[in-house]
């Protein structure tokens, strides 16, 4: 079939001119997917997060039973504490939100009434106007899309938890032999500090909402178990969580009386001092230390690309990511 002719000159300008190209329709092409598939990344992202922090519990199972019986375990125990307290608090829950509902002009005369505070909120920052601006028909949309949502996690949370040994051994062997045991040790450290993080900060939240809901009941505050639960959901988020929590109960407080709604602004900042000061450090222990001010930025810088749940993954991503910078790059540099 003739003689084969000379190879392609790969220095050539034509060459280098194609693949210099073909990289960067090909590096398009991966932004415009990761960008059409942003939401389910971030879906992935969040079970996989969740399948960390059930780890340590589900390894210890998984020393007494097999893996497969031991995440369905984990899993059925966590959605059976879910439902059981949702259907604890469903009744009570269902009662004040009625009250709420049946409340609504006496709030609505206090909005519009400029001689007392919410009206002069309402005057300064046009509540009034935001609250008509609230259709059902969205809030129930948003409703059902967090719903979908949420079960799409449990279910790739599950399979995250069962697989958990080989997803972690397949990431491990991405790295060049020669550096596999450095990125274990460093890898195995990471998932410790996220795993720490996650279950220490669900039992400071629950500590909140129960301290929350004892103090309004014992004041009298309107909707005592509708406003612990959202201080309970809200201070997951580091940092601006408990302060909304904290500003908004206060709020309602303020309908009751000046002074408890005080006192309750004051309840939120000692709760707040205990937290950092005495809960967190025992609860989390040292597994997810790091510097106030680095805590903050990534919680701003979490909240900005990712909203709520980025917030809320800011702290232990942000330890992760000193720890790398420690054991790799601080290393290199204390080396040359």
Known sequence: M?????????????????????????????????????????????????????????????????????????????????????????????????????????????????????????????LEATVRGIHVADVAKSLAGVLGDAAIVVILSTYFVADFPRVRTALYRLAPRSRRPRVILIGDAVFRKVGAYLVGNVVVSLIA?????????AFGVPYPLVLALLVAVLDLVPVAGSVAAGVGTSLVALTVSVPVGLATAG??????????????????GRAVRIPALVTVVAVLLGFELLGVVGAFVAVPVAAAVLLVVREVAVHRLDRT
């Open 2 to 126: 003739g003689t084969p002719g000379k190879p392609l000159d790969r220095r050539s300008p034509f060459f280098a001119g194609l693949t210099a190209a073909a990289g960067v329709v090909v590096t398009v092409a991966v932004v415009e997917v990761v960008l059409a598939a942003s939401d389910v990344l971030l879906l992935i992202g969040i079970a996989f997060f969740i399948a960390v922090g059930l780890e340590p519990v589900t390894g210890r199972l998984a020393r007494r039973m097999p893996r497969a019986l031991a995440a369905a375990v984990v899993v059925t125990a966590g959605l059976a504490v879910f439902a059981a307290a949702v259907a604890g608090a469903a009744v009570p829950l269902g009662d004040q939100i009625g009250q709420l509902r049946d409340g609504a002009p006496h709030y609505l005369a206090l909005l519009r009434d400029p001689a007392t505070l919410l009206g002069r909120a309402n005057q300064a920052f046009d």
């Open 209 to 217: 909402g129960v301290l929350t809901f004892a103090w309004l009941s």
């Open 267 to 284: 309840f939120f900042v000692a709760y707040r001092v205990v937290e950092d000061y005495l809960l967190l450090p025992k609860i989390v």
